[in-house]
């Protein structure tokens, strides 16, 4: 073969090389998804865990299978006390700053007390010193806290207003959890998912389809939102898909009304998975709409009471299956709605926003005063 030959023949590989790597390059571009096989590798964010016991199965499993964890503290009554709570959490952080952070919260007792929202706001400012990143208020508000005179205490209250305004001086998200999903208000067998309708049977106090003399989901929803349109500053952390999780046309309405919120995922895959085996293009079309918007998250939890071991394989297990459904188009069961639910295989770029991007931006790229 000539020299000019050969030369020609090389220059030919090198273009068909370039051409193939441009197909490879533009193809991950253009969205080609993660494999199963990328689950440990591609840097995730689970922002939604409860870390209440000092045995590190769920964090350490969380360093095997890629995560970094938001913890976050709750004044739930089958939870640790608070100071427990907030111990465990320093005592996690301080050992692996990188990859554990937490949310604080703060105790309702005492809140028609005069005193009670600086006090709030003094605990608040220590611990965001300590290291908090987020705070979190629950269902307690609007679904068990009352007055002297016996009414239910609103998010809307103006109780809360100087713990909101600390909130957003010391510019950490608020983390929320307001009202139930909408199977709550349903009788058991109209529920959309076993999860809720076994979690339901086990707490009949929260099943508020048996409590008609309670507040109803849309009372919740619409109070929840009122208080959002008088706090346009705060960033808020709209847990468990805002409690919207059965309707993402909804939770859609909701993120372009309320643009400093975004939402996790935390305990509601599966009335996602419920929509998307019946709806799989809109759900998918919300997924990347929305892609800025949405925080992974399980609810996976670890008490002091559980076995390390079942808290590892539960956890593995949950976000696995989790990367299956959002990250690939591969099939699995999911026995609490009964279906065979085929994966979304959403954009890498998109999993990582959802996965890790959106949550380092909402928790820890925040200029902090107290610095
Ligand atoms: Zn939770």
Redesign the pocket.
Known sequence: MCLVRMRRLEKFRLYLGLALLGAVGSAYATGQPYRLSDFQTVAKFDA?V?ANTQDSALVDQARADGFELLS?N?DYPDFPSLAIQAQIAKDFRAKDIAHFHYATTFSMQGWTQPGWANDVNAQLKAAVSDGAVAVKIWKNVGMVERDEKGQLLSIENPVFDPVIAEIEHLNIPLIAHQGEPHNCWLPLAQMTTDNDRSYFAEHPHYHMYLHPEMPSYEALMAARDRFLGRHPQLTFDG?HMASLEWDVDLLAHFLDTYPNAVVDM?ARMTQLQYQSVRHYPRVRRFLLKYQDRILYGT?LTANPEDKPTQVSRDAHSMWRSDWIYLATPAKQWVAPIHSQVKGLALPRSVINKIYHDNAIRTFLQRPSPLK
């Open positions: 939604h409860h976050i709750v847990a935390a609810d």
